[in-house]
């Protein structure tokens, strides 16, 4: 079962992540596709933010691996929650080790962490 976060609880999974000797900063994976991305989107702050469409993260899994390795804590993001479920699940699946979903996706972020981000 993949964790559920709420945005408003990001920001001390965010602190809790960064707190290990030498830990890198955490990601928040975006998987929307690119006309979400332009529509609305989550700042850099604390964490690094890395977008691919959920349609190729299949084909893009050996980069993943390559550039974040798979102890890497990864939060996966979406507009409402169920795209990155699926993205969770799948690289939970694929051997990643620390990997949460964003319950309600952007829109729950704006409404709960960031109310410029525009909902759509």
């Not at 890198?24 to 529509?39: G, H, I």
């Not at 694929?94 to 709960?112: D, H, P, R, T, Y």
Request: hydrophobic share 40%; with cysteine.
């Amino acid at each position: 079962m993949i964790p559920q976060l709420s945005p408003s609880h990001f920001t001390a999974w965010r602190d809790s992540a960064c707190s290990g000797a030498g830990a890198a900063l955490p990601v928040v994976l975006d998987v929307r596709e690119p006309w979400e991305l332009q529509t609305a989107s989550v700042k850099e702050d604390g964490f690094r933010l890395v977008h691919i469409p959920m349609r190729e993260v299949p084909a893009r899994l050996a980069e993943l691996k390559d550039a974040l390795g798979t102890d890497q804590p990864i939060a996966c993001l979406c507009h409402h929650g169920m795209r990155s479920l699926q993205v969770a699940n799948y690289l939970t699946q694929n051997g990643f080790g620390e990997i949460i979903n964003l319950q309600g996706g952007i829109n729950a972020w704006s409404q709960q962490m960031d109310p410029s981000v525009p909902l759509y």
